[in-house]
Protein backbone atom coordinates (compact mmCIF):
# COMPACT_ATOMS: atom_id res chain seq x y z
CA UNK A 1 0.00 0.00 0.00
CA UNK A 2 1.10 3.60 -1.10
CA UNK A 3 1.61 5.75 1.58
CA UNK A 4 2.45 9.21 2.38
CA UNK A 5 2.84 10.62 5.94
CA UNK A 6 3.33 14.20 6.75
CA UNK A 7 5.27 15.51 9.63
CA UNK A 8 6.31 19.05 10.87
CA UNK A 9 3.33 21.41 11.43
CA UNK A 10 3.03 23.31 14.18
CA UNK A 11 2.36 26.92 15.60
CA UNK A 12 4.59 29.49 14.80
CA UNK A 13 5.02 33.15 15.03
CA UNK A 14 5.05 35.23 11.91
CA UNK A 15 8.76 35.45 10.98
CA UNK A 16 9.62 32.16 12.31
CA UNK A 17 10.55 29.16 10.48
CA UNK A 18 8.99 25.45 9.96
CA UNK A 19 10.34 22.10 8.44
CA UNK A 20 7.78 19.76 6.95
CA UNK A 21 8.54 16.57 6.30
CA UNK A 22 6.74 13.46 4.22
CA UNK A 23 7.69 10.05 4.13
CA UNK A 24 7.02 7.62 1.55
CA UNK A 25 6.95 3.90 1.85
CA UNK A 26 5.19 1.30 -0.10
CA UNK A 27 6.61 1.99 -3.93
CA UNK A 28 9.97 3.19 -5.14
CA UNK A 29 10.14 6.62 -5.18
CA UNK A 30 12.92 8.30 -7.26
CA UNK A 31 11.00 8.28 -10.30
CA UNK A 32 8.18 10.47 -9.03
CA UNK A 33 7.61 14.19 -9.19
CA UNK A 34 7.09 15.44 -5.70
CA UNK A 35 5.52 18.42 -4.50
CA UNK A 36 3.83 20.35 -1.86
CA UNK A 37 0.48 21.48 -1.60
CA UNK A 38 -1.61 23.75 0.98
CA UNK A 39 -4.64 24.62 1.03
CA UNK A 40 -6.27 27.63 3.54
CA UNK A 41 -10.25 27.56 4.83
CA UNK A 42 -11.94 28.77 1.90
CA UNK A 43 -9.64 28.41 -0.84
CA UNK A 44 -8.58 25.98 -3.27
CA UNK A 45 -5.57 24.07 -3.46
CA UNK A 46 -2.24 25.64 -4.33
CA UNK A 47 0.78 24.18 -5.63
CA UNK A 48 3.81 25.26 -3.34
CA UNK A 49 6.66 23.83 -4.65
CA UNK A 50 7.59 20.90 -6.56
CA UNK A 51 10.63 18.43 -6.96
CA UNK A 52 11.48 16.45 -10.28
CA UNK A 53 12.66 12.96 -10.55
CA UNK A 54 16.35 14.35 -11.08
CA UNK A 55 15.96 17.03 -8.42
CA UNK A 56 15.18 20.33 -10.26
CA UNK A 57 13.05 22.42 -8.19
CA UNK A 58 10.35 24.68 -8.80
CA UNK A 59 8.10 27.35 -6.59
CA UNK A 60 5.33 29.42 -6.35
CA UNK A 61 6.02 33.13 -6.63
CA UNK A 62 4.88 33.49 -3.30
CA UNK A 63 6.99 31.23 -1.70
CA UNK A 64 10.51 32.20 -3.54
CA UNK A 65 13.20 32.89 -1.76
CA UNK A 66 11.24 31.71 1.70
CA UNK A 67 10.75 28.04 1.49
CA UNK A 68 13.51 25.80 -0.09
CA UNK A 69 12.31 21.98 -0.88
CA UNK A 70 14.59 18.86 -1.24
CA UNK A 71 14.43 14.99 -1.43
CA UNK A 72 16.63 12.67 0.19
CA UNK A 73 16.23 9.54 -2.17
CA UNK A 74 18.08 6.79 -0.12
CA UNK A 75 15.44 7.36 2.67
CA UNK A 76 12.18 8.17 0.32
CA UNK A 77 11.56 11.15 1.89
CA UNK A 78 10.93 15.17 0.82
CA UNK A 79 11.15 17.98 3.20
CA UNK A 80 10.22 21.81 2.94
CA UNK A 81 12.39 24.43 4.69
CA UNK A 82 10.05 27.03 5.52
CA UNK A 83 11.70 30.61 6.59
CA UNK A 84 9.89 34.41 7.19
CA UNK A 85 6.61 32.56 7.61
CA UNK A 86 4.22 35.06 7.52
CA UNK A 87 0.49 34.71 8.16
CA UNK A 88 -0.96 33.81 4.94
CA UNK A 89 1.14 30.68 4.64
CA UNK A 90 -1.42 29.77 7.59
CA UNK A 91 -3.06 26.23 5.79
CA UNK A 92 -3.32 22.76 5.52
CA UNK A 93 0.09 21.28 3.68
CA UNK A 94 -0.46 18.39 1.50
CA UNK A 95 2.55 15.76 0.62
CA UNK A 96 2.20 14.76 -3.37
CA UNK A 97 3.38 12.19 -5.57
CA UNK A 98 2.97 12.21 -9.10
CA UNK A 99 4.25 9.76 -11.68
CA UNK A 100 5.75 10.96 -14.80
CA UNK A 101 4.65 9.10 -17.13
CA UNK A 102 1.45 6.68 -15.22
CA UNK A 103 -1.20 9.67 -14.19
CA UNK A 104 -3.07 7.43 -12.64
CA UNK A 105 0.20 6.67 -10.19
CA UNK A 106 -1.30 10.45 -8.09
CA UNK A 107 -0.60 9.72 -4.42
CA UNK A 108 -1.80 12.27 -1.43
CA UNK A 109 -0.91 12.09 1.95
CA UNK A 110 -2.97 13.38 4.89
CA UNK A 111 -1.89 16.95 5.55
CA UNK A 112 -0.39 18.96 8.81
CA UNK A 113 -1.73 21.81 9.90
CA UNK A 114 0.54 24.95 9.94
CA UNK A 115 -0.14 28.06 11.80
CA UNK A 116 1.57 31.28 11.13
CA UNK A 117 0.45 34.28 14.11
CA UNK A 118 0.64 37.47 13.40
Not at 76 to 89: G, H, R
Request: net charge positive; hydrophobic share 30%.
Amino acid sequence: QVQLVESGGGLVQAGGSLRLSCAASGTIFSAYAMGWYRQAPGKQRELVAVISSDGRTGYADSVKGRFTMSRDYAKNTIDLQMNSLKPEDTAVYYCNAQHPVYGSRNYWGQGTQVTVSS
